[in-house]
């Protein structure tokens, strides 16, 4: 069972930043998108971000576009999760997922990624 590993949450002031980082243990993933989601408590899983298995490629939900940066510099080193302007509203558990991508669409549904990190508690708070 392939395990992907985030790390990097903690506990923020708001307006700062974090960068998440998901270790996907030397794995190529090939074809395979690298997507971010948070879980809020009482909500639904939130796509945030995707990027393509080489890091070519990224696409991001509008929520988040422009404050967050998904990346990675290869196929096998760490996906990460730049978040700046950080708000309280912001404060949820972050997974890591990888998800193969079918067609010409960015996968950003939960029930498009196969596989599943932990998850990594980031709290924005004052």
């Known amino acids: 069972q392939v395990q992907l590993v985030e790390s990097g949450g903690g506990l923020v002031q708001p307006g700062g930043s974090l960068r998440l980082s998901c270790d996907t243990s030397?794995?190529?993933?090939?074809?395979?998108?690298m997507g971010w989601f948070r879980q809020a408590p009482g909500k639904e899983r939130e796509f945030l971000a995707t990027?393509?298995?080489?890091?070519?490629?990224?696409y991001y939900a509008h929520s988040v576009k422009g404050r967050f940066t998904i990346s990675r510099d290869n196929a096998k080193n760490p996906v990460y999760l730049q978040m700046n302007s950080l708000k309280p509203e912001d404060t949820a558990v972050y997974y890591c997922?990888?998800?193969?991508?079918?067609?010409?669409?960015?996968?950003?549904?939960?029930?498009?990624?196969?596989?599943w990190g932990q998850g990594t508690q980031v709290t924005v708070s004052s």
């Open positions: 997922a990888a998800g193969p991508i079918i067609g010409s669409s960015w996968p950003t549904g939960v029930k498009e990624y196969d596989h």
């Open positions: 030397g794995r190529t993933f090939r074809s395979y998108a």
């Open positions: 990027i393509s298995w080489n890091g070519g490629s990224t």
